[in-house]
């Protein structure tokens, strides 16, 4: 059975930095593009970056442009997510997701607070 469990989050102040980790099992990570969302209380859960299987193609939502790195090692059936500059917008919990033309699976999300 596939599953994404997301971890790293946290407290941080704003100008501070996190990097957030989705560990994968149960599929074949190297076959699924992966993305991170964000949904912050009382909003609609939102992209923040994606990647394609390989790596080669990576895009970000403009909240986190500049600011955000999402990698994956492949080898480690990882995805991360570099998050330097933390606003207190950034608040939410952050989601990975594993995304194939036939299925999406998701994990349990990771709450980032981002407050002094």
């Known amino acids: 059975q596939a599953q994404l469990v997301e971890s790293g989050g946290g407290l941080v102040q704003p100008g501070g930095s996190l990097r957030l980790s989705c560990a994968a099992s149960?599929?074949?990570?190297?076959?699924?593009?992966m993305r991170w969302y964000r949904q912050a209380p009382g909003k609609e859960r939102e992209m923040v970056a994606t990647?394609?299987?390989?790596?080669?193609?990576?895009n970000y939502a403009d909240s986190g442009k500049g600011r955000f790195t999402i990698s994956r090692d492949n080898a480690k059936n990882t995805l991360y997510l570099q998050m330097n500059s933390l606003k207190p917008e950034d608040t939410a919990v952050y989601y990975c997701?594993?995304?194939?033309?036939?299925?999406?699976?998701w994990g349990q999300g990771t709450q980032v607070t981002v407050s002094s």
């Open positions: 997701s594993a995304v194939s033309a036939w299925i999406t699976y």
């Open positions: 990647i394609s299987s390989t790596g080669h193609y990576i």
């Open positions: 149960g599929l074949t990570f190297s076959s699924y593009a």
